[in-house]
Each structure stands twice: as structure tokens, then as C-alpha cells.
């Protein structure tokens, strides 16, 4: 079979949205039931997060259009008001975005030439001459738990923790060293691996956020990220091994990096609990003792369809192929890589284009043979990537607050919830300080248990998941901030990016 290269994939356009921060530190605010824009929220959630529509890109300018999540446009008007609607001609709704050297942008009104400006609360479209007050900060609003791929080496960055440093060395991003969290705080970025720990600005993994962790970002459009330290230096990689560490000169490019939301990667395990495999570059067997690199598949999901597909580490996608065979040599737009899912009880069965089960046969071939599903066909399967997860629901991220002793939903910074697996589909959430997570008879939650609790993880999309609670209900995400466990079925607020 021909060898295929890891193929980068194109960024989601989850991944290409932005917040926009004032100089005054509020997010620009899409206020639909006040039928106007604002910019007097503190924190990042839908109503202020943008896509950025580009139409003609430049080094250093690109001509767009902001558009919310509700699919209308921030609209310029000649009095100098901002609101939001529908474009009415050619360029109405287009800005002139420059990009400045502090990574601070500023938007110009292609009609008027006018500045997007605030004034801690009000948003207006009034002045041609460029001060602070149209300075705005862009912020990535992709879910925190991020990769880092260098389009120049076309590998991904890869934390170390054994020698306490950082490497852009990974051809393809399926260990969980290769996913970071991106903390946002006073400005500034920290990077935190798989075992929180934080990149420096001395090239070291160090054990606590502080100054000398905090790096400042550069965006651009298409998911394009820089990290510097404010002071002259880039992050970028550097030497034969590709040490990822601040310097002075990049070369091409080298200090750009595509920013996405760190994939989901799982293994499957077959009712004999063998690990599905691949073998000679394209054979799928249930014969592994151990996990390896190629028994692990990213999982990419339409939640709509509930369709599957499971691309390899090979670079390939499991597929139907002849006599009912599965192999690792299908291509994404190939039909026959379409699987449908079923869940029962955490374990997954998955049905082929032609309507069987994908079982095992009695030599460990993975085929599509059984029209009726039983335990043959029925696989365990465990996230792969993910030592932790970092929930975000409707209205925020899962978390913890001073002011609040329940766990709360809207927060705008995730806590992390350790997994300690068990059975499959089954793990106890642990909190960061190594209590276990409780519950309620009201069906909250509090963050310092004394014993663990069973969970049920079940995927419904690409980095989307559902979560049954102890009390036989599933996870949801209240309006009022607290998460609760009361929804006997699933529904939009029981829906979990992670």
C-alpha cells in the first residue's frame, strides 16, 4: 500500500472564532435582545464570541466581516452607530483589520474610514484619526484544551516532562503530551501540559503559573497563532531536535503555529479485551495485549448523523472493504468509512454502510458480518488522550468558584477533572487537589468527596461527549451557573465539548 503522510486537517470554523477585548478590558457583545452592540461584558461566552469572515489577506492588513454565532454581521453605519443585521450592499459590514507589532488590532470601516471604538460600554464607528481607544485584543474562543502545529516542520508541539521541555517533533497528534491547556489571564497566555506543568520563558517545564509563564499572543485569521515574551523574543523551534524555546531571529515563518482544539483519540477493545490494531499497515486484528500507536484511532463524528469514522495513526481510515473485510486504507470521502454508532451500557457498536455489525472473527479479523448485534460486537472503548477533561456547556466551563460551594457551568476558565477509569465507559472523576467528586441528593455536585463515584462517559460527536451521573440522570448545564444531574434524556444543555 502507498504510504500516506499525515494530512493536517483544515481548521473547523469552531476553531477560527474570536473574542474581541477592549481597551478597557470588556468583550465586544452581540446584545440581541437590546438590539444592539455592546462592550461592557468581563467574559467570554457566545454573545461575545465572532467569526472572522475574510475576504482579501495581506502580511500585515485583511479585509473582513464579523459575524456572531446568531449569523448577522456587525454592521457600520454613517451616523457613526454600530449595530447588526444583514449587509446591504457589497462592502457594508466590512473592516479594514490591521494587524499591529503590540498584537493588538484595529478595525477601519471601509465606507467611512472610521475606527471600531468603545468606551468601556458603548460601541461607535466615530473617529479617523487612530488612538488607544480602537485598539482591540483579539482572543481565541476555540475550547482551551488546544494542539500547536507548525505548518513549517509540519509536525506538533509535544511535551516532555521526563527532561522538562517542549518539542515540535510529533508527526501525528495522538499521545495526550500533545495536548496543552490555554490559559487566559491578565492578557497573557500559559501553556500547561498533560501533567500540569507550564512552559517558561527559559524553555523549561516549571511546576507553577507565574510572570516568567505568561506569554503574549499574535492572531491571525485561519487559526494562525505567535507566542512571544513581550520583549523582543518568539517562541519558536529551535536546533536539530526542534526545541521549542524563545529566540530572536525565526526564519520563514517558523514562529507561526495553527491553533486547534486538541482531537479525541481512542482505543477499542474486543470482547476477549485484545486491543483493535493495526498490522502490517492496513490489517485489522483484535490481538493486542497492550495498546500501542496503532491502537488508537481519532475519533471524527458527525453528532448530527451519528456517523463515525476512525482514522489510524497510518494515516488512513478504517473502512469496508471486500468479503466484509475491514481494513485501514480508506480515504475520508469514501461512503464505505462511514460508520453508524450504537451505545449500550459505555460500549459502542458500530454498523457498517451495508447495515452489519463490525465483529471479530475467530482468527481476529476485524469484519462487517453480523445483521443482529450481540457481545461480539460490542467493544469497550476509552479516551486515549485524555488523562483529564475540561468540560464547557452552554454557558461556560465546568468549575469551581470561591464564591460558590457547588460546582458551577458558566465559568470561564475550566477546572480540570482528572479520570480514573474502571469499567469500560465507566471512570471516577477526581478533582485537581486528589478529592473525588460527590453528589447530592439534589442533584449537584461538590469538589471534595471522600469516595469515588461511578460516571459514564458516552461520545456523541468529535470532542463532544454526554456524562450519566451516579443518580441515573445525565450532566446538565443550568442557566443559573450550577451544573446539575437531573435530565432523564439527552438534550442540548447535556451536551459536553471537551
Same mark, same amino acid.
Given at each position: ?95 479594514? *483589520? ?290 483529564? *477533561? ?109
Amino acid at each position: 500500500m502507498e504510504e500516506m503522510k499525515w494530512m493536517q486537517r483544515r481548521p473547523k470554523a469552531e476553531d477560527l472564532r474570536i473574542g474581541l477585548i477592549s481597551w478597557a478590558g470588556t468583550y465586544l457583545t452581540f446584545e440581541a435582545y437590546k438590539n444592539r452592540v455592546t462592550a461592557a461584558a468581563k467574559g467570554l461566552g457566545k454573545k461575545q464570541t465572532w467569526e472572522l469572515l475574510v475576504s482579501n489577506e495581506h502580511e500585515s492588513q485583511a479585509v473582513v466581516r464579523l459575524r456572531s454565532l446568531q449569523g448577522l454581521y456587525l454592521l457600520s453605519e454613517g451616523d457613526g452607530s454600530v449595530g447588526y443585521g444583514r449587509p446591504r450592499s457589497s462592502h457594508h459590514g466590512c473592516f479594514l *483589520l490591521r494587524f499591529h507589532r503590540n498584537g493588538k488590532w484595529t478595525l477601519q470601516c471601509i465606507i467611512t474610514g472610521r475606527y471600531l471604538e468603545s468606551d468601556g460600554e458603548g460601541v461607535f464607528c466615530n473617529s479617523r484619526v487612530l488612538s488607544a481607544y480602537h485598539m482591540w485584543a483579539p482572543r481565541p474562543a476555540l475550547h482551551v484544551h488546544v494542539t500547536l502545529y507548525s505548518p513549517l516542520n509540519h509536525c506538533y508541539a509535544r511535551a516532555d516532562p521526563t527532561v522538562g521541555r517542549v518539542w515540535v517533533d510529533a508527526p501525528v497528534p495522538c499521545l495526550e503530551e500533545c495536548g496543552f491547556l490555554l490559559h487566559f489571564q491578565d492578557g497573557c497566555y500559559h501553556l500547561e501540559t498533560s501533567t500540569h506543568h507550564f512552559l517558561s520563558h527559559l524553555d523549561r517545564l516549571v511546576s507553577q503559573p507565574s510572570s516568567q509563564t505568561a506569554f503574549h499572543m499574535q492572531v491571525r485569521p485561519g487559526g494562525l497563532v505567535a507566542l512571544s515574551d513581550g520583549e523582543g523574543g518568539m517562541l519558536y523551534p529551535q536546533g536539530a531536535r526542534l526545541l521549542l524555546g524563545l529566540g530572536s531571529s525565526p526564519h520563514r515563518g517558523e514562529e507561526w503555529f495553527i491553533l486547534q482544539h486538541c482531537p479525541a483519540w481512542v482505543s477499542l477493545k474486543s470482547k476477549a479485551r485484545k486491543f483493535i490494531s493495526v498490522f502490517y499497515d492496513v490489517e485489522v486484528y483484535a490481538a493486542s495485549e497492550r495498546s500501542t500507536p496503532m491502537s488508537l484511532f481519532q475519533f471524527e463524528c458527525n453528532k448530527e448523523s451519528s456517523t463515525l469514522q476512525l482514522r489510524s495513526a497510518n494515516g488512513y481510515y478504517l473502512v469496508q472493504r471486500h468479503h466484509r473485510t475491514v481494513l485501514a486504507d480508506g480515504h475520508p470521502l469514501e461512503s464505505d468509512t462511514f460508520f453508524r454508532m450504537h451505545w449500550n451500557c459505555g460500549r459502542i457498536m458500530l454498523q457498517s454502510s451495508n447495515g452489519r455489525f463490525l465483529g471479530v472473527a475467530a482468527n481476529g479479523l476485524l469484519v462487517a458480518n453480523a445483521t443482529i448485534p450481540g457481545p461480539n460486537e460490542e467493544f469497550g472503548i476509552r479516551l486515549a488522550n485524555r488523562p483529564f *477533561l475540561a468540560l464547557r456547556g452552554r454557558y461556560g466551563y465546568v468549575g469551581t468558584s470561591s464564591e460558590h460551594d457547588l460546582i458551577q457551568c458558566n465559568m470561564d476558565q475550566p477546572d480540570c477533572i482528572h479520570l480514573l477509569p474502571c469499567r469500560q465507559g465507566i471512570y471516577h472523576f477526581q478533582a485537581q487537589g486528589g478529592s473525588f467528586w460527590s453528589i447530592t441528593s439534589f442533584g449537584t455536585f461538590r469538589s471534595w468527596g471522600k469516595f469515588a463515584l461511578n460516571f459514564l462517559i458516552e461520545l456523541q460527536g468529535s470532542n463532544l461527549l454526554t456524562v450519566l451521573a451516579p443518580n441515573g440522570f445525565y450532566l446538565r448545564a443550568d442557566r443559573s451557573g450550577t451544573l446539575l444531574a437531573d435530565s432523564e434524556g439527552i438534550t442540548k444543555e447535556c451536551i459536553w465539548e471537551f
